[in-house]
């Protein structure tokens, strides 16, 4: 269906240049005067996880598409794929690596995601916007190091980021799946 830049929203999936992409960022600016306003988006190629931004104008009128959400579990990861399935059915699809390549490091088997299909095909995820890992190893406590001052961690799914110095091995963080970032210790 056509529907105006403006009208966008982050999560939507577009026809932009015949290809498919996911706005995975949105940001409507004002114009002042006899300049009109602005919308940028951040967008992902849905086939190969390319994310580019690009500015249109309010009233451009982009092919926004029909996208059926699914709750499915994350099972496994084989050569053809990720394979997730329907909790109610059991039936199971299986999407390619390369679209979902940034989110890789997040998926932990049974994890409850959920999948986008367009016109019965699957296309993308959603995982929750913060997700638990343990702590696999981290740098010692440095004396006289506040806690704004933070250190290498090595997380599961060898992620590696930066937390607070009072985190140590073997405790759960929240992670910011879209940012890779520390969030919260688990309390």
């Given at each position: ?8 929203k ?18 409507y ?15 992902k190629?849905v ?14 009128r982009?092919e926004e598409l ?10 496994y990861?084989?050569?053809?794929g990720?394979c997730?399935m329907?909790?109610?059915?059991f ?9 979902l390549s940034n989110?890789?490091?997040y998926?932990k ?6 999948v986008e ?5 699957p296309i ?8 638990v ?8 406590v440095?004396?006289?190091?506040t806690?704004s001052?933070?250190k290498?961690?090595r997380?599961e799914?060898?992620?590696e980021?930066?937390?607070p ?16 970032e ?5 309390k």
């Open positions: 269906m056509l529907t105006t830049a403006q009208d966008l982050k999560g939507s999936f577009i026809n932009y240049e015949d290809k498919m992409y996911k706005v995975t960022g949105y940001n600016k004002m114009g002042g005067g006899k300049m009109g306003g602005s919308v940028h988006l951040k967008i190629d086939k190969t996880g390319n994310v580019h931004e690009t500015k249109l104008d309010p009233h451009d982009i029909e996208i059926e959400r699914h709750k499915m579990k994350y099972l990861e084989d050569s053809s990720l997730f329907d909790p109610q059915s039936e199971q699809t299986t999407l390619s690596k390369e679209a989110l890789l490091p998926l088997e049974e994890t409850e995601v959920e299909f367009f016109e019965g095909n993308h995820i959603n995982l929750p916007e913060k997700i890992l343990e702590v696999i190893s981290t740098g010692a440095k004396k006289g190091e806690d001052v933070y290498p961690a997380l799914g060898d992620i980021v930066l937390v110095q009072f985190i140590k091995s073997g405790d759960k963080i929240y992670i910011d799946v879209e940012t890779g520390y969030a919260d210790r688990v």
